[in-house]
């Protein structure tokens, strides 16, 4: 069960370092998750500016702006960094804020691993954007680095594979440390069924992200020897298969889509509650809905595959346990509307991200069960229908519930309200133009528009324009995000309660807002009654 | 970079002009399998909308009506056993009515016994090759030249005006109508993927490996497609064009074909 932290009567006081030092060598959980959301925060910009670049040139039909080469080195390094930059450390820096404080604990169980588990981050990074710059160009092979193309890389082969290990490593640590933390120092009377959904969200991604990210080491090492040392794991001649790639690293690749979204499925039902006032309808079986999500993730990978020339018993299998993973889901769905049901709703920013996550990602769960569907998707792969599904799923769905989480608990991170007019107003220009730039994909899918190119039949010009215009406003209007979240970390805006919403559920609105450099320095002997999850 | 922002917007005009083409649906192809294939898309999506509107509809009136600002106190109850099961039981229920159907016509699919005819096609970066299996006729399809001179940065060509831009080729693959036509797929490179809507075919051309895979077109016409797996720098460059022909008419290709090819050679060896 959980241990209480002892010996806190001999901690001796003292404030955080100051400068550099603070940062460099933080173990802080609240400093780290801070350090986190930050670096994602760029992140989601580095990426977004790839966007803009694929969406000028795709705006109208004919090459203005770059060559081939160089829209597959954006569309390839777009996803790499939305994926591993944005989308799964700021879900990290979520959890190392927020799980500490939400079970009692005063840090996390391993506090040095977890600077390094950060400080990791950037310096793969650094060295995946410089690829940019070396002779060859960036990766251009497709985020997925199918062989054999993805061993006709140039210079930026080699880091491209070591930055891939280095984020599987940060991944790998942080999902050791949330396990350990989670299961070890939980407050005395939470037993694991009455943690928050977050948390159990959390325990959920951290099993799965132990499970898989290996893989993807091991896929990518073995491109690295194929490339390099003489080994013939994905090349015919030498007698391998590329299809064994396509295997492997699918098997990684689909679990790491429910990684991405686990989490939000937690925030939506931390947020939900909250703003229905009304008490997460079915908690328990919302626990069991995750798990049987997680557990199903690995036996669906060859989903991607459909098209290389599986067997029969193969596709009807994959087929069959794809589709069944919108029985779980949906009772997830089910069970949120079940939640608003009757209560007594206010619509604050985190609550209009959470309900548009319920609109928006039932879009794209819509598209994942037609893709399902294997003579259907026969036609959709590789098409924009899937590009529609999977940033339906991605943007209004995982970066929906990030913005949200932002919100929801930003006061009780900076201690002051942001400012809620103007979070409205992103909300409601994000939403807005999330639709106009992917709805029309699934249209240009099914119309017959391949992805991964830089120019198009003319017949695919009209959508095309629509969406374009829409990214540009989407990126544009997350700078008012940017602008938001720096005015309320300087200090601007009202100051925030300890429970800065109307009696929410969970021991982080028993702290002061803003939280303590140290909380829970002794473990909450009982729980109040109104934060006990059932 | 006014010389580019003005070849845009002239790009964006003449595009918008000839092409009002909003489509927003596959096509429903021409032939059997592409329309079972169709009229399962079209189920499925159908089983979608209705689910969507009973569930948005749900979602909606909830937060019409169940808001604090009309004063009312929060309910308290958060369980409900019958409404689990039910809303577990129904959605397994419509996956089964959805997968039976799509099991079906899978089976079809991969039925690819008693050919008439079998074409090896090969994928290379970036074009296509096509051998008439049994016969002396084989050739490359590469993009037409009125694409493949448009399609350069800065070549100050309209794409508007270039017909079936991006969608043509010198030499398309030509296939009598309402023969059954097996595809043996590889690739000299990287994986490339063969890909026309209108016959509902897409396979990956994988290199070292062959696939296989079917058609049977129950109408004359061009039917055009695109490689769909990216295979590098010109990815976008390299369509797929088949051409289904009367029977006749495909016989006096064939033999058209073969005649020069036999020239050829006694040329040669005179």
């Keep these: 069960m959980s241990t209480a932290v002892a010996d806190v009567g001999t901690h001796d006081h003292h404030g955080p370092e100051n ?24 992140m989601l910009f580095v990426g977004g500016t790839m966007a803009m670049v694929i969406r000028s040139e795709l705006l109208a039909p004919g090459l203005q702006f770059v060559n081939p080469d160089f829209f597959n080195q954006m569309t390839t390094m777009h996803a790499l960094v939305m994926i591993f930059g944005a989308i799964m450390p700021a879900f990290v820096g979520l959890a190392n804020w927020m799980v500490p404080l939400m079970i009692g604990a005063p840090d996390m169980a391993l506090p040095r691993m977890n600077n390094l588990s950060f400080w990791i981050l950037p310096f793969a990074f650094t060295i995946l954007l410089s690829t940019l710059f070396m002779p060859g160009g960036a990766p251009a092979g497709g985020w997925t680095m199918y062989p054999p193309l993805v061993l006709q890389t140039g210079d930026a082969f080699p880091f491209l594979i070591f930055s891939i290990h280095l984020m599987g490593l940060s991944s790998i640590m942080g999902a050791i440390n949330i396990i350990v933390t989670i299961i070890n120092m939980r407050a005395p009377d939470m037993s694991l069924l009455k943690m928050p959904m977050f948390v159990w969200s959390w325990l959920i991604t951290a099993y799965l992200l132990i499970a898989v990210m290996p893989v993807l080491a091991g896929a990518v090492t ?22 064994m790639y396509q295997h492997i690293f699918w098997f990684f690749g689909h679990p790491e889509v429910y990684i991405m979204i686990l989490p939000a499925f937690g925030i939506v039902s931390e947020i939900i509650p909250t703003f229905a006032r009304k008490p ?46 919108a029985v779980p889901t949906g009772v997830k769905i089910f069970n949120w509307t079940a939640t608003m049901w009757r209560g007594a709703m206010s619509f604050e920013t985190p609550m209009l991200f959470a309900l548009a996550f319920l ?32 940033h339906y799923v991605l943007v209004p769905g995982a970066l929906f519930a990030i913005l949200g989480a932002v919100y929801y608990w930003m006061p009780k991170w900076t201690g002051r309200m942001y400012n809620e007019k103007l979070g409205q107003i992103h909300f409601w220009l994000t939403a807005i133009f999330v639709n106009v730039t992917f709805f029309p994909m699934h249209f240009l899918g099914l119309a017959g528009m391949p992805r991964r190119i830089p120019d198009y039949a003319t017949q695919f010009t009209d959508w095309n324009f629509v969406a374009s215009i829409g990214a540009f406003g989407f990126g544009l209007s997350q700078l008012l995000f940017v602008y938001i979240v720096i005015s309320c970390m300087r200090g601007r805006g009202e100051a925030a309660t300890a429970e800065v919403w109307d009696h929410p559920k969970g021991l982080e609105w028993t702290v002061p807002s803003p939280a303590p450099f140290h909380t829970f320095e002794e473990p909450p002997a009982r729980i109040p009654a109104a934060h006990t999850f059932t | 970079m006014i010389r580019r922002l003005s070849l845009c917007v002239t790009g964006l005009l003449g595009a918008t002009a000839s092409h009002a083409d909003w489509a927003i649906n596959m096509p429903r192809g021409v032939s059997e399998l592409s329309a079972e294939t169709y009229d399962l898309h079209m189920m499925v999506f159908n089983w979608c909308v209705g689910i969507a509107i009973v569930v948005f509809g749900a979602m909606i009136f909830t937060i019409v009506r169940h808001r604090k600002s009309r004063g009312v106190a929060p309910a308290r109850f958060s369980h409900s056993m019958s409404a689990e099961v039910t809303w577990t039981i129904i959605p397994i229920i419509i996956l089964l009515i959805m997968a039976v159907p799509a099991a079906e ?77 097996r595809i043996l797929l590889t690739s000299n490179d990287v994986i490339h993927s063969w890909w026309v809507p209108d016959l509902s075919i897409k396979k990956d051309a994988i290199p070292g490996f062959m696939n296989e895979t079917w058609f049977q077109a129950e109408q004359t016409g061009v039917f055009r ?20 022909v009367e029977p006749d008419e495909f016989e006096a290709w064939m033999d058209s074909e073969q005649e020069p090819a036999a020239a050829a050679i006694t040329g040669g060896a005179r």
């Design chain 2, 225 to 244: 497609g695109q490689c769909a797996e990216l295979c590098g720098m010109d990815h976008a460059y390299m369509p797929v064009v088949v051409e289904v």
């Design chain 1, 359 to 390: 609109f928006l990602f039932s879009i794209g769960g819509f598209s994942g069960v037609m893709t399902a569907i294997v003579p259907a998707d026969i036609q959709y792969q590789d098409s924009y229908f899937v590009v529609a599904h999977f």
């Design chain 2, 105 to 181: 016509t899978m089976i079809k699919i991969e039925d690819s016994r008693e050919p008439d005819l079998t074409v090896v096609v090969t994928g290379y970066q970036w074009k296509w090759h096509y051998t008439y299996q049994g016969e002396d006729v084989s050739f490359y399809s590469t993009l037409a030249r009125s694409s493949s001179e448009a399609r350069h940065k800065g070549s100050g060509i309209d794409p508007a005006s270039v017909e079936n831009y991006l969608l043509d080729v010198d030499k398309p693959l030509v296939v009598p109508k309402g023969a059954k036509v």
């Design chain 1, 222 to 243: 073995m491109l690295l020897t194929d490339q390099f040392f003489g080994t013939s794991f994905f090349l015919a001649a030498g007698g391998g298969d590329p299809v």
């Design chain 1, 280 to 325: 997460l309808f079915g908690h328990d079986s919302m626990v069991y809905a995750i798990s049987a999500i997680a557990f199903l993730s690995f036996i669906v990978w060859a989903h991607h595959m459909f098209t290389v020339g599986m067997p029969l018993t193969g596709q009807l299998f994959f087929m069959f346990a794809t589709m069944l993973i």
């Design chain 1, 19 to 42: 400068g550099f030092r603070r940062w460099l060598f933080a173990t802080n959980h609240k400093d780290i998750g801070t350090m986190y959301l930050l670096f994602s925060l760029i």
